[in-house]
């Protein structure tokens, strides 16, 4: 079964639903780390390839890329202690976008997050796209996830986030496995949104968290658009500062996306220390996990329709 793919161009043209965020804050400010180091795709892990971007852009094909991983590994020895600490220090709670086969390699990991009340959402079980990926193995790879993150984290994640692009039954399958509370499958809104999902047992309302690729450190990467940790803040407090204005008026969402190995170098770490003291300072912000926006967005804006059921409810 593949689902049908509607674009949505509309999405709420200026009709926001009229609620505040706790606190009567207007803007909901999400801090998520990317978890993804023993995830990256290695010839040593019996993988088909190597990964091919990390601090540079290059692919060793036909062995093992000692560099690539090393650099991956970073992440998991230094960089999630020293950003986790940050936003510990700061009081501020966190989500990890954790891909259940890197918390498989650093159950540390795991159980540092339960121990410190972070989120675990679900990033997949390697890090990669999902697209085109047969139903059968990609029904088998959530279930596979779950399971994983619930014996390693102490409970079943209730959020999903595909590397890149999901498939087109990504979010169908994640409806019909049950449980799951939001997606974050989506970067076309700074609000949550209600979206109908036709699965195997009828019409159902899944809850999207739109994600963005803009306010996130990828960017050192990625086109190279970041150079110093001030680059990264700068740009994020401009964001800070636009949805501020617009909450004024109606409820917005922003999330800020992080990487272990990536801002938690040493000459990056005060980005995120200059963007953390900054929104600590605005007394119109909410910062909380995704877990925490999810249930308040679905209290304060039910899902339409008398028949539907909001996946993942009552868990």
Not at 102 to 123: K, N, S
Not at 128 to 147: F, K, N, P, W, Y
């Amino acid at each position: 079964m593949t689902t049908a793919r509607t674009r949505d161009f509309d999405g709420y043209r200026g009709r926001y639903p009229a609620f505040r965020w706790p606190g009567d804050a207007g803007l909901a400010v999400s801090f998520v780390l990317n978890v993804e180091e023993g995830a990256e795709l290695s010839l040593t892990a019996g993988d088909e390839r190597n990964e091919s971007r990390h601090e540079v852009n290059h692919e060793v094909v036909g062995a093992p890329d000692l560099c690539m991983e090393s650099m991956f590994e970073y992440g998991a020895r230094v960089g999630y202690a020293r950003i986790a600490q940050v936003l510990v220090d700061a009081g501020l709670p966190l989500t990890l976008n954790a891909c259940a086969r890197a918390l498989e390699t650093t159950p540390w990991i795991a159980q540092d997050a339960a121990d410190r009340g972070f989120e675990v959402c679900c990033h997949g079980w390697r890090w990669e796209s999902h697209a085109g990926m047969d139903e059968a193995r990609e029904r088998t790879l959530i279930a596979r996830c779950v399971q994983t993150i619930a014996r390693l984290h102490g409970k079943p994640p209730l959020g999903w986030h595909t590397k890149s692009s999901a498939s087109v039954n990504t979010r169908r399958l994640l409806v019909e496995h049950g449980g799951f509370l939001y997606d974050s499958d989506a970067y076309n809104d700074d609000l949550p949104y209600w979206l109908p999902v036709a699965t195997s047992a009828g019409p159902r309302q899944q809850l999207v968290l739109p994600y963005a690729f803009d306010t996130n450190d990828m960017r050192f990467f990625d086109s190279f658009a970041y150079v110093r940790g001030s680059d990264f803040a700068d740009y994020a407090i401009a964001a800070v500062d636009a949805l501020m204005l617009e909450a004024q008026a109606s409820p917005r969402m922003l999330s800020i996306g992080l990487h272990t190995r990536i801002i938690g170098r040493p000459g990056r770490i005060g980005g995120l220390r200059q963007l953390v003291a900054y929104v600590q300072q605005q007394r119109g912000a909410w910062v909380a996990t995704r877990e925490q926006i999810a249930r308040h967005f679905m209290q304060a804006v039910p899902p339409p329709g008398a028949a539907a059921t909001p996946a993942g409810a009552g868990r």
